[in-house]
């Protein structure tokens, strides 16, 4: 039998850029329109396979923008990579990439980071370049990946790379 | 006062208290032992958990609750006394209706010995949650919903930058065509003043439509700059009573081709203004053959201008259908025409109104009308002499 490995990972990023959303596609493979604020945090569990072993991933679903602050390191601690999200239709969220990779960091030096730009389906509404995006998120030290929630485009991909680069 | 002998002792009310309490606040807990493991739970502990039944005694924490797997670390940080607990607050579990709200605290067992074991605490704070969720949700819906108004603002500023671009650049164009048309027909009306009275009168019409038409495409512009705050004044001490007089013989031919008496009373020495000629000369044309378009044959339209210390009163009034109080009350919007005004033959855009009554108050005045149905009405602009310096 394989053997199991249960590791936690988190999602950052503002309110509403589809965390919850990449987290339901990726676990239940559904999606749902309408927006429910997420307070506090919702753990899910979701088995990748791997060559030699389970990864029993724990997802920690954060609230987003300014109450991650308040949160804070008890939630973010322990966890082993970070799947950092923005909303590609809407700019400022992306100032925020910086802000979660150095709370990821400084709480976990060794984290994976994966960065996402969400909502890849809008695309008459996109006002986020993919050039800038890859710029940032390897100065950030991570890989980038335009994703869609709601479509499922590129949601598996990103969280099969962030269970590769998860060292056990 | 004599104390009562005690039933209980110290730990048995304890337990009590915390078995009342853990029921009023809907608590549970569990004793951990230093390698993790649970040791033994309150009743109530698999219940409050709801997903997690069965035999779980024995078992490490992190198979009965993920949320504690990461967080191994913390924990043994607790037993070696380094850290004094570990708080999860609003834990999210369970699904929509069913959804709870929990905190999980760990602590040491006995706070001299921390080594020997943890005492992990869940409090269920759905309520709580639910209210505080419905707070979130309400912000930020809110700010998502002003943003999206910011966009769409950012969105018409620029269709309306777009319309005023393609307006003046339209208007350039009809220009230009209408110039010639206007030019060559009254060249025309000069050569051939001994042709014959029905060839002059379409001249003449082609030359007053053209001008009409130009007058049309500079009321577009202006209402176009008013919009946009963009209408400067140009401002000069300017002769009132050569304007209104230029006016009246602008619009004399059309009067006359209908027995349409204007009448002037203006006062000596003639009054001063300080006002941008152009745009008062606009702002009376179009009261005046306003006036004049809505008066019937062998009508009057009467224009008037006298001053007070401070401002110069205009009144252009007639003896036209007049209006209802309804069409009154509209009267100054954009695009707005009266019954009267949609029945009758003369064409019109519903621009002239509104344009006056804008172009009256850049000038810091101020406009009204007094009507009665088949009465008449007076149109009153009231300007200061001078402007203050502001504008
Ligand atoms: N069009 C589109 N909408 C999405 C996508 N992902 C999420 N949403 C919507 O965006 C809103 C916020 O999503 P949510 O997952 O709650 O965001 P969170 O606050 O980051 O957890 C919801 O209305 C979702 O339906 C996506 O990929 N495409
Ligand atoms: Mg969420």
């Known amino acids: ?168 | 006062m004599s104390v009562p002998p005690a039933d209980f002792d110290p730990i048995m009310l304890a337990a009590h208290a915390a078995r009342a309490m853990s029921q009023a606040h809907r608590m549970a807990y569990a004793h951990l032992a230093p390698d993790l493991t649970i040791v033994q739970t309150s009743s109530n502990f698999p219940f409050l958990l709801e997903s997690q039944t069965g035999q779980i005694i024995g078992l490490p924490v992190t198979e009965i609750l993920w949320e504690f797997v990461g967080a191994e670390a913390a924990l043994h940080d607790i037993l070696r006394g380094e850290i004094p607990l570990l708080r999860l607050e609003q834990v999210n579990r369970g699904q929509g209706e069913a959804m709870l709200y929990l905190n999980f605290q760990v602590t040491p067992l006995d706070a001299f010995q921390p080594d020997r074991g943890l005492l992990l605490l869940v409090e269920d704070e759905t309520a709580y949650g639910r209210l505080q969720q419905t707070l979130v949700q309400d912000r930020n819906e809110l700010r998502l919903l002003k943003r999206k108004l910011t966009s769409a603002n950012d969105e018409l500023r620029r269709l309306n930058r777009l319309k005023s671009l393609f307006l003046s650049m339209s208007a350039h164009d009809l220009r230009a065509p209408l110039t010639s048309i206007g030019g060559y027909a009254s060249l025309l009306l000069e050569i051939m003043s001994d042709a014959p009275a029905d060839t002059l009168k379409y001249l003449g019409i082609i030359l007053s439509q053209s001008e009409q038409m130009n007058r049309i495409i500079s009321d577009f512009l202006d209402l176009d700059k008013l919009e946009q705050g963009l209408l400067s004044l140009h401002l000069e001490s300017c002769d009132l009573n050569q304007i209104i007089a230029r006016v009246s013989a602008a619009m004399q031919v059309v009067a006359d081709s209908r027995q349409i008496a204007i009448a002037l009373a203006l006062p000596s020495p003639p009054l001063y203004i300080w006002a941008d000629p152009d745009k008062l000369y606009r702002i009376i044309y179009n009261l005046v053959s306003n006036a004049v378009k809505y008066t019937p044959r062998n009508g009057r339209v009467h224009i008037e201008a006298r001053q007070s210390d401070e401002q110069i009163t205009l009144q252009v009034s007639d003896n036209g259908h007049g209006m209802s109080e309804e069409q009154l009350g509209n009267l100054f919007q954009l695009y707005y025409r009266t019954e009267n005004a949609k029945k009758s033959k003369t064409k019109g855009t519903g621009l002239g109104l509104y344009i006056v009554k804008m172009l009256v108050e850049a000038h810091q005045g101020h406009i009204s009308v007094a009507s009665k149905p088949g009465a008449g009405s007076i149109f009153t602009v009231t300007l200061p002499r001078q402007l203050p310096d502001n504008v």
Not at chain 1, 26 to 34: I, M, P, Y
């Open chain 1, 1 to 168: 039998m394989k053997r199991v490995i249960q590791k936690k990972v988190c999602l950052l990023g503002d309110f509403a850029v589809g965390k919850t959303s990449l987290v339901r596609r990726f676990v239940e493979d559904r999606f749902d329109d309408r927006y429910l604020s997420t307070i506090g945090v919702k753990i899910s569990r979701k088995p990748v396979e791997m060559a030699d072993y389970t990864l029993n991933l724990l997802i920690w679903d954060l609230a987003g923008g300014d109450d991650f602050s308040q949160a804070g390191a008890s939630y973010v601690r322990g966890s082993v990579a970070a799947l950092i999200v923005c909303d590609l239709t809407r700019r400022e969220t992306l100032d925020s990439f910086a802000y979660y990779a150095n709370q990821m960091r400084a709480l976990n030096p060794d984290a994976v980071l994966i960065f996402a730009g969400n909502k890849a389906d809008l695309e008459s509404e996109r006002v986020i370049d993919n050039e800038a995006l890859h710029e940032i998120s390897l100065s950030l030290g991570g890989h980038y990946l335009d994703t869609s929630a709601k479509t499922g485009y590129q949601v598996e991909t990103a969280f099969q790379l962030l269970a590769k680069k998860i060292t056990v």
